[in-house]
């Protein structure tokens, strides 16, 4: 018997969860380090799996399955496949470097670490579930503690109406994906719920185009698809910087997975079907995301629309449900993920010593926090898809894919958003970083400490390293992406 | 003849009783009965579950006592949680002002739950008859035992009024079957009544109108809230589950045994699954509006039945487990909320959103406890509100409900809203003075038992769903 290695991933954020609820509510430090200690051990232990999986062999790795209900055929089914292996890594990063971010977090901690864990269980669980019940329980652990996470440590001002508008987008979405789920699994006869089963039932060329919609739509509106993106930017801006992270970071790509994973992998024909709608809502993602974050003053609604475009990258990837544009996305959801993690916690360090978001007001941050700056200039360089920077790895194929299709002209309005992208994220570098620091921020501008910095320099580490040593992730995603072309390929 | 087994539950509950009246008196003090009278009716109650699972365990589907009961899971397991929630409510009740002292009170309850336990196992008109105003009777009282209330009396007294009028409409149904059936066993009346003809319509729906009074389904729901808000805290939690559950194992064994789910005209499935949506969704958008947390519970478990309805209209052997299984989730669920919502209610002596201000930083574990009720019930997990939802929802979609699911999943939707709602209150709101420390909320111990119990309860039915749902198909199996 093999070391159970997701099921501890999965399970260790919980139990540190349950461990930090039974502390006293003074017990303030005990609470972070426990916190670190697990967000550490899930990230050793991601990172095993990422580096031992062996990508020349392929499909599913390190499975485990234990029967849950053997009635309805649900069991918990776990194993990562080169597109989930890299993002149960991204979860132990983003985790990690969360709790290091948050270290300042003094309302009531132990709930915040509390809840934060059950929601990188939820993750965790999404990425590594290969059964569809389990998939959606693990789904809908996500979605409740970002309620609490952004009303409770969220910014003043919106948090109460961008928590509740988030928690029923990515509520509607999910029960509208279950529905799909629960019709699928009472027409495919196997009386199971073990995806690994579901791939190989061939539905009805107009079931599949029927349910592919709803199930696919419901999940993408997690991965913040047009014209349910509205929520995204809201909860971004309205969430305390950790959780901001996350969800991002994580949480975003847990939507696009789900879609992938559920949506084109078990209906393969519907996907076909519906690719150039999906094509079209992404494109609309990445113009209208870089636009709307081109206008905005607040240095975290700019992240916020960046992120919408950025995802629209990843819907656009596999819409083209060819060998580069889903190799793009899969490279572009870890990307993307580090890159406005990093994003997000250099913006809420900057905000915690500023007490401001208003680009026009900031200035000459650079001199006072350097790190924050070099952060902030990676990202912006894998934003707009620089060579030498994971997101050229990301976003090239991912125009290359679309090139050979019949939607070509998709490819070149894309690409010239990415040049709206880049004057955006320039101008934001130079206007907060760069020119001259007001007055009233002279002096009173303190270092960050070093937690924040081992988190900025780890994350900016994956960025530069996936940029100059592409064969550190493409390959992996390539062989999830084999799968999934033999799937295609079949329908 | 098959010895007590079928009625050791009933048997001992009525012992108990016996012993509560006799010790009473020996009590001198109101304090040492406050301490005293609960924890003694919730030990006895542990010690009737305990034996019943151990000596009153059925095998195969039998009718006993004349074809007066039929001992079977489904009567057995509802048996088990009407004993845990009277259990767990007899704690609740030692933390309510004017309930905790009074034997009577504890007597009461131990008389409804005897009531309920034949309700789930009776299989005659006469039987279930007796037995539905057994349970009623008692909850009549115990709704208005508060005789200096106005708002208690109130409740008691409409609570009254509507049972009455409700179950003699009941008996007028019960009266008409016999009259043309000329029989009272419910395992007799098989094909007799499933013709969408005048006779069965109405036949039916004079008896639906008794129990849709007792489970509140729409358009008989109007009684709930007032009643709800004026009984006593601990009195409306057990109201608003275990007899709730009692009515439903009643209708799922009307629905199998007399008007037969394999002969059954499909009409009637459509207009249960339109009653369904009604009660859904009326209740979820009455709740919405809400600013009482009490209220808010009692339109929540008007749309509750709803949900636990949906599974019964799915009319398959899955259908019916899932009811069964939405109806334990719920009753341990809703008897935790009605207990958090209960005890601040004593402290702030207020049920308003307004009292919930700071909670947690009043007490962290109680504000937990509720998040952990309000979340289950509106279907997250890995509570046990959320596998209790998807299987009534997967139910209705293997038979064809489709819109059905859709229906509920929309209306679940409108529930996560309030409920999240109040736990803005709870985690989000400070008190003006902003000083919850020097105010914290005091748990007492045998409040804490039984919310404990709870608790545990919800997690392991959201998590270890397997066997407990197994025990649930177990019971559905027998009605078939």
């Not at chain 2, 048996?79 to 009277?86: G, I, K, V």
């Not at chain 2, 709602?421 to 039984?450: C, M, S, W």
Request: proline fraction near 4%; include cysteine; charged fraction near 10%.
């Amino acid at each position: 018997m093999q070391f159970p290695f997701l099921s501890v991933i999965v399970f260790t954020p919980v139990v540190a969860s349950l461990i930090i609820l039974t502390y006293k509510p003074e017990w303030k430090t005990a609470v972070r380090w426990t916190a670190l200690a697990a967000g550490l051990i899930a990230l050793a232990l991601s990172a095993f799996v990422y580096i031992t999986y062996d990508k020349s062999a392929g499909g599913y790795q390190f499975l485990e399955k234990y029967d849950w209900m053997p009635l309805l055929g649900i069991s918990l089914h776990f194993g990562v496949d080169g597109m989930s292996a890299p993002l149960v890594l991204l979860t132990g990063v983003v985790m990690t470097t969360g709790v290091m971010i948050s270290w300042g977090v003094d309302d009531r901690p132990r709930e915040f670490f509390a809840f934060l864990f059950i929601l990188a269980s939820g993750v965790f669980g999404v990425f590594a579930s290969l059964d569809l019940f389990m998939l959606f329980f693990f789904y809908e652990i996500a979605v409740f503690p970002m309620y609490l996470l952004i009303a409770i440590w969220g910014w003043v001002k919106t948090r109460e109406y961008a928590a509740m508008k988030l928690t029923l987008y990515l509520f509607l979405g999910s029960v509208v994906s279950l529905i799909g789920a629960l019709v699928m699994y009472f027409s495919s006869g196997r009386q199971t719920f073990d995806m690994l089963v579901l791939e190989t039932v061939k539905f009805s060329p107009t079931f599949q185009k029927i349910w592919f919609l709803p199930v696919f739509m419901g999940f993408a509106i997690l991965g913040g698809i047009f014209p349910f993106h509205n929520w995204s930017p809201d909860g971004h801006v309205a969430a305390p910087t950790a959780v901001s992270m996350f969800h991002a970071g994580v949480l975003m790509k847990l939507g696009a997975f789900a879609a992938l994973r559920v949506g084109i992998m078990l209906l393969p024909v519907g996907a076909k079907f519906w690719a150039p709608l999906i094509m079209g809502l992404a494109l609309v993602n990445i113009v209208y995301g870089a636009f709307i974050a081109s206008v905005q003053t607040d240095f975290k609604y700019v992240i916020g629309f960046s992120s919408v475009s950025h995802m629209g990258l990843v819907m656009m990837g596999f819409a083209t449900l060819t060998p580069q544009g889903l190799t793009g996305a899969g490279v572009q959801m870890f990307s993307h993920g580090v890159m406005t993690a990093l994003f997000f916690a250099a913006v809420g360090m900057v905000y915690d010593r500023a007490h401001t978001r208003d680009i026009p007001k900031l200035g000459g941050m650079i001199k006072a926090l350097p790190l924050v700056g070099i952060g902030v200039i990676v990202g912006s360089l894998v934003s707009m898809g620089m060579p030498g920077f994971s997101g050229f790895i990301a976003e090239f194929p991912i125009f290359m894919g679309i090139w050979g299709t019949r939607w070509s002209f998709v490819a070149i309005i894309a690409a010239v958003s990415i040049v709206v992208t880049a004057s955006y994220v320039l101008l934001v570098v130079r206007r907060v970083f760069f020119g001259k620091m007001p007055e009233e921020f002279e002096g009173h501008i303190r270092p960050i400490n070093t937690f924040d910095k081992i988190a900025l320099v780890f994350l900016m580490a994956f960025m530069v390293g996936i940029g100059l040593f592409p064969v550190l992730m493409v390959p992996w995603v390539q062989s999830g992406v084999q799968h999934i072309l033999t799937i295609l390929g079949g329908a | 003849m098959t010895g007590v087994a079928p009625i050791l539950p009933e048997i001992l509950l009525l012992a108990l009783g016996v012993l509560v009246l006799i010790v009473d008196p020996f009590l001198k003090r109101d304090e040492s009965r406050r301490r005293f009278l609960g924890w003694f009716t919730a030990s006895g109650l542990l010690v009737t579950l305990v034996l019943s699972l151990l000596f009153a365990r059925p095998a195969a589907p039998l009718l006993v006592y004349g074809g007066m009961i039929r001992f079977d899971w489904l009567g057995f397991l509802f048996e088990l949680f009407f004993l845990l929630a009277a259990g767990v409510s007899a704690l609740f009740f030692m933390d309510a002002e004017q309930l905790n002292y009074r034997a009577e009170a504890y007597l009461l309850l131990l008389a409804a739950t005897l009531g309920m336990c034949l309700m789930a196992s009776a299989a005659d008109l006469v039987m279930l008859y007796l037995s539905i105003e057994t349970t009623s009777i008692p909850l009549y009282i115990l709704a208005g035992f508060l005789k200096e209330d106005e708002k208690s009396t109130e409740s008691g007294f409409k609570y009254l009024l509507f049972g009455a009028l409700t179950s003699a409409v009941m008996l007028y149904g019960f009266s008409l079957i016999y009259g043309f059936a000329g029989k009272t066993g419910l395992y007799d009346l098989g094909g007799y009544f499933t013709s969408f003809n005048a006779l069965s319509i109405g036949v039916t729906f004079l008896v639906l109108a008794g129990l849709a009074f007792k489970v509140s389904l729409f358009p008989f729901h109007f009684w709930a809230p007032d009643v709800y808000e004026g009984a006593p805290t601990p009195v409306a939690g057990f109201l608003s589950t275990a007899s709730k559950a009692a009515g439903f194992a009643v209708i799922l064994r009307l629905f199998t045994a007399v008007f037969n789910a394999d002969a059954i005209n499909p009409n009637w499935s459509l207009i249960l699954a339109i009653l369904a949506t009604l009660t859904m969704t009326v209740g979820n958008l009455i709740a919405l509006t809400q600013k009482n947390a009490k209220r808010l519970l009692a339109y929540s478990s008007i749309a509750h039945a709803g949900y636990a309805m949906v599974g019964v209209v799915a009319f398959s052997q899955f259908g019916m487990a899932s009811a069964v299984f939405y109806l334990i989730a719920y009753l341990l669920t809703n008897l935790g909320a009605f207990a958090v919502v209960g005890l601040v209610g004593r402290v702030t002596g207020s049920d308003d959103f307004s009292a919930y201000y700071g909670l947690s930083r009043r007490n962290p574990g109680l504000a937990l406890a509720m998040l952990v009720t309000f979340l289950s019930l509106s279907g997250m997990p890995p509570f046990a509100g959320f596998v209790a939802k998807v299987f009534v929802f997967a139910a209705a979609v293997q038979s064809g409900w489709v819109w059905l699911a859709i229906a509920g999943v929309l209306n679940s939707i409108v529930g996560l809203y309030y409920y999240l709602n109040v736990l803005k209150y709870v985690y989000l709101y400070r008190t003006e003075a902003q000083d919850e420390d020097k105010h914290p909320i005091a748990v007492p111990r045998p409040f804490l038992v039984g919310l404990i119990v709870l608790v545990i309860g919800i997690l392991l039915l959201g998590t270890v769903f397997g066997p407990w749902f197994g025990f649930a198909a177990h019971a559905a199996a027998n009605l078939f």
